[in-house]
């Protein structure tokens, strides 16, 4: 065999290795048979056939064919199944030269273990290598938070040094191996230690990899703990290159993966989606950004849902007839087996060079003594060389562009003949109808790229509502946005990216859309009064605050269940509402409780620093249950204006916040929220309702008389609270006079408007 050949199968695995354009080596083992076929011809040898493993692979070849006829991808469905004859065919001629398979194994195990290692150390000390963004196809940094896949190709290294004895460098590299995380090498590499434990006879050896397993699974069962030491927290960020370093859930997601696997096998058991296909069974049965995945994480629940259950046989008879008709005490058949184990728990099955690496490893273990005696099988692997070389070429060429390509637009419909479920030609294809200001079929085409991928595509949503307005009217467009925010609801604020939010929020906002209630706000920053942080607070008026059993900033506790004969007020707002700054026994909600009489119970929810879509949220938690006659709304017109959900995640939280957060969302935005918050209000109470404010702009005005309606909606505009006499010195708060002054206003007012019933005392 020619060292250039040989060389090449070094270089790509190296490369692919380090992070190095994958496609390139793809290419690259498309090319390979017919290099090989080059060598064969050249050196005057006939390949070889093995029957029965040819009949098993021949069989997995026509279920990925038959796949490909209806894959969701026919670009990944054809690559995958030329990839696969390709390493098939790299198999049959390792075969045959298993003394040069054998070389190009133990080259690439020591040159990519010294590699890979030097390359990690350095990424630490240049940074212009630790800033290089890299996929999670390749073996050298890391991607995913805690884990990186050099320790799944160390642990190869682990094996074929303990083999041959050589216990030194197996101690150099032990750390790199052990801290990469990869609990897949791990689990592969203890079995496959525990197999060649069983194997050997030498007590040194057995001593050494006994302890091995225990040092291994020991590491394994303190892993969390050690996550959470502040020292190892802030080591672990400088050395796995990623700021993610959440401690790793048992299963990693891998539950959620198993559950997509079973609903995509459900939907197409015999022939599956097309081989490479699983990204599309993730975003169809996601329920999360954050489980969405490309792989199974399996190589054989990989096939299952790329060709069937059938195509899973095959590959499973495959690997049977690999693991029965080999020699167990190899050391080669030790890598084999770790590679396999290793298969059925990460996607390293998905780095080409890997999976070229398991092939050889196959064809370098595998015997077989009967064999398909033709003279033109030659003939046929060189034909079939050349055909994946022109194939594989003509893909690239066609398929391997950029949706904005000429060529891709210029031919879309073919595009999308041959790729149906491409969430981006679709969505392309929706816009070039709405140019032609065609919205039916813009619609259409809006609809498919959104259901193909709901998370990527929420700023669609809009745009749906919008033409589904106009041409199927609003009753149809709201049920849409109604399902779609409702699903959305299920899903943790933070696994959307800050982009998603926006495109959510946005919608929200521009379309008046009750449902956005429960989308556009999830609360993170609402919170409820704790009576022992209030003791501390500098507000507090020498321990005044006094908090019942409910967290209401009141003198008295209030069952339930209303008395016969009293009538209930509740009162909701904010600073002023609250009593900031005041005694609870001086706030205006407890002195019009007196003013009132024993046959009324004023209950107070309000709490400072609300916004409108807090105070509503407090409403319906605290105040609702207390069943009221009548709500007192006291409302300050700057609070139209505020935005917790904003403003209270910026530091320092302080009147620059509140400036900064108006000025972000702008005022309309912010008007937009409070009245889909007040016509929120009202639909859960019917009741009179007085709206008692120092002051109201014409903006705010409207919009109270737009959210709350007009019926049994009054308004006591008190004005003269802002008289200095009534309000502290040096803070813009209401003091004990002026607390006097409201509830005697307030009093005067309900009486005069006849709301209350007659005062008893």
């Not at 005490?329 to 298969?343: A, C, E, Q, T, V």
């Amino acid at each position: 065999m020619t060292f250039f050949v040989s060389s090449l199968f070094v270089i790509s695995f190296i490369g692919e290795g380090l992070g190095i354009n994958r496609n390139l080596f793809l290419l690259i083992y498309f090319c390979l048979p017919t290099l090989l076929s080059i060598f064969i011809f050249f050196s005057k040898k006939k390949i070889v056939f093995p029957k029965k493993i040819t009949l098993v692979f021949t069989g997995l070849l026509i279920m990925n064919f038959i796949s490909l006829i209806n894959a969701v991808n026919k670009e990944n469905s054809l690559l995958q199944l030329l990839f696969y004859l390709s390493s098939f065919m790299i198999f049959l001629f390792f075969y045959q030269f298993k003394k040069e398979a054998r070389r190009i194994i133990n080259v690439e195990i020591i040159l990519g273990t010294i590699i890979f290692i030097l390359f990690f150390i350095s990424s630490f000390l240049l940074p212009p290598l630790r800033n290089v963004q890299m996929t999670g196809y390749q073996l050298v940094k890391t991607v995913f938070g805690l884990h990186n896949h050099l320790g799944d190709f160390l642990g190869m290294t682990i094996v074929y040094l303990l083999f041959y004895g050589n216990y030194a460098p197996v101690l150099l590299i032990s750390p790199f191996f052990v801290l990469s995380y990869s609990r897949s090498s791990y689990l592969a590499l203890i079995f496959t230690l525990s197999f060649f434990w069983l194997l050997r006879k030498d007590r040194t050896a057995k001593s050494v990899v006994l302890s091995a397993i225990f040092l291994i699974l020991l590491f394994w069962l303190v892993i969390p703990s050690l996550i959470q030491l502040p020292l190892v927290s802030k080591t672990l960020e400088a050395f796995h290159q990623t700021g993610y370093l959440a401690n790793k859930e048992l299963l990693s997601g891998r539950n959620g993966y198993l559950e997509q696997i079973k609903n995509g096998f459900l939907e197409r058991p015999f022939f599956g989606f097309g081989g490479g296909n699983f990204g599309y069974v993730s975003t169809q049965h996601v329920s999360q950004p954050s489980q969405w995945t490309e792989v199974t994480h399996n190589i054989f629940l990989e096939e299952l849902i790329g060709s069937g259950m059938f195509g899973a046989v095959f590959l499973l008879a495959f690997v049977f007839m690999i693991l029965k008709r080999s020699e167990k005490k190899s050391p080669y058949f030790l890598l084999f087996l770790y590679l396999l184990i290793n298969f059925q728990t990460d996607y390293t099955y998905k780095i080409y060079s890997v999976f070229i690496l398991f092939i050889i490893l196959s064809a370098a273990i595998y015997d077989e003594k009967t064999y398909f005696d033709k003279k033109f099988l030659t003939k046929l692997f060189f034909g079939l060389s050349i055909s994946v070389l022109i194939i594989s070429s003509l893909i690239i060429v066609f398929f391997d562009q950029s949706i904005n390509s000429k060529l891709v637009k210029n031919n879309l419909d073919l595009y999308l003949k041959l790729v149906p479920f491409d969430n981006k030609a679709v969505r392309e294809k929706g816009q070039i109808y709405e140019k032609k200001h065609d919205l039916r079929n813009s619609l259409q085409f809006y609809e498919k790229s959104y259901y193909l991928d709901r998370f990527d595509n929420l700023d669609l949503i809009s745009k749906i509502y919008q033409l589904k307005s106009k041409l199927e009217g609003k009753a149809q467009a709201k049920s849409f946005v109604d399902q779609e925010l409702n699903e959305l609801t299920k899903v943790p604020k933070d696994a959307l990216s800050k982009t998603q939010n926006k495109q959510i929020f946005d919608f929200c906002i521009d379309n008046f859309v009750l449902s956005c209630r429960n989308i556009i706000f999830r609360f993170d920053y609402f919170s409820e009064p704790d009576p022992k942080i209030y003791k501390l607070r500098q507000d507090n008026p020498q321990g005044g605050y006094h908090f019942n059993q409910d967290t209401l900033n009141d003198r008295f506790d209030y069952s339930l269940k209303k008395p016969p004969g009293i009538f209930r007020i509740v009162v909701v707002g904010s600073d002023t509402a609250f009593g900031l700054m005041v005694k609870t026994k001086d706030n205006w909600t407890e002195r019009l409780e007196d003013l009132l009489g024993r046959r009324v119970q004023v209950i107070n929810v309000a709490v400072d620093g609300y916004d409108i879509p807090y105070q509503v949220w407090r409403f319906e938690r605290r105040g609702l249950k207390y069943q009221p006659d009548l709500v007192l709304w006291y409302v300050n017109n700057d609070t139209f204006y505020q935005f917790n959900e904003v403003m209270w995640g910026k530091t320092p939280l302080d009147i620059e916040a509140f400036a900064d957060t108006r000025k972000e969302v702008g005022d309309d935005k912010l008007l937009a929220i409070d009245k889909t918050y007040l016509f929120d209000f009202r639909s859960i109470f019917s009741g009179p309702i007085v709206v008692i404010s120092p002051y109201l702009s014409g903006a705010t005005s409207k919009v109270l008389g737009q959210g709350l309606g007009t019926g049994k909606v009054y308004y006591d505009l008190i004005d003269s609270i802002s008289e200095p006499q009534y309000n502290f010195s040096k803070q813009n708060q209401v003091n004990e006079l002026g607390h006097q002054f409201i509830a005697k206003e307030v009093f005067n007012y309900l009486l005069s408007k006849k709301l209350i019933p007659t005062v008893e005392k």
